[in-house]
């Protein structure tokens, strides 16, 4: 009589429910592949460049240059006593890891489909990956921003104390953005081009070319829910100095919660059907 086979352990993976929470447990027990997709979206990025990470300082760097000639010496655009070049940095650095990090992020599963049916793990990681790898180019970046604030000869001040909270909210947008889209971008294809368009119009929603300062009042409280707004006139407080402008910052802050929240819940209730749709 021949002996039956042991049966190991085994495990059952259920659907979350309709608007579950993010599993903090869950995906702390898969952050070895967590790290392994950062990872690899850093070596994919760069993999045979001649410029490598120069790249990193390159993009924002062009973009400050054409922005500096077109809105700062022709359009003569007001910039609160600063010179233009320095305004437009400090600015140009966040929006340039929040813009490259939405586009990646939004199309994360799409990108990654090969991977959805095969083996389990928290969907979530596909979103959030793009978030994390981005902040090595935002940290190359600003030693841009460190040079620039040098030559204008900017002396720190006690607002830079404040400026993690502004990055961790800086990754915390994209983050949103990235799990609603890339859930909706697994049933509409139309995503990837709505992304381009609307990363276009962002560029102006925020006063990263301008200053908010002339805005009338009235119109303040529905300019400042742009969480954008919040980010890029912390950055300025952080880095130049002078009083934080909270008018603009709190309510920004209360949109990127609500984004981020939401974002968790639809990316979960629509994980259910991720791998029989794509």
């Known amino acids: 009589m021949s002996a039956q086979p042991a049966e190991g352990p085994v495990t059952v993976i259920r659907p979350s429910s309709a608007f579950a929470w993010a599993d903090v447990k869950e995906l702390a027990q898969y952050r070895d592949l967590f790290y392994f997709l950062v990872r690899r979206d850093i070596k994919v990025l760069y993999a045979q460049t001649v410029l490598g990470f120069a790249w990193a300082i390159l993009n924002p760097l062009i973009q400050i240059v054409i922005f500096t000639i077109i809105f700062g010496r022709v359009a003569g655009i007001d910039t609160d006593g600063f010179p233009y070049i320095l305004f437009v940095t400090v600015a140009i650095v966040p929006w340039t890891y929040m813009s490259d990090a939405m586009v990646q992020s939004s199309q994360s599963l799409v990108t990654e489909q090969h991977m959805l049916g095969k083996v389990y793990f928290p969907r979530l990681i596909y979103p959030l990956t793009p978030t994390i790898s981005k902040l090595l180019d935002f940290s190359i970046a600003l030693l841009l921003v460190i040079a620039v604030l040098f030559h204008y000869q900017i002396a720190p001040t006690w607002n830079l104390l404040l400026l993690p909270f502004f990055i961790v909210w800086m990754v915390a947008i994209p983050a949103g953005v990235g799990m609603w889209f890339s859930a ?63 008018e603009y910052i709190l309510p920004g802050l209360a949109t990127t919660v609500l984004l981020f929240m939401s974002g968790v819940m639809y990316f979960r209730k629509m994980e259910r059907v991720f791998a029989d749709v794509v």
């Open 184 to 246: 909706l971008a697994v049933r509409f294809r139309d995503v990837k081009f709505a992304m381009q368009f609307a990363i276009r119009m962002l560029l102006y929603t925020a006063p990263i070319l301008y200053t908010a300062s002339p805005l009338p009042e009235k119109y303040r409280l529905l300019y400042s829910l742009n969480p954008l707004v919040g980010v890029v006139e912390g950055f300025r407080g952080c880095l130049l100095g002078g009083a934080f402008p909270w």
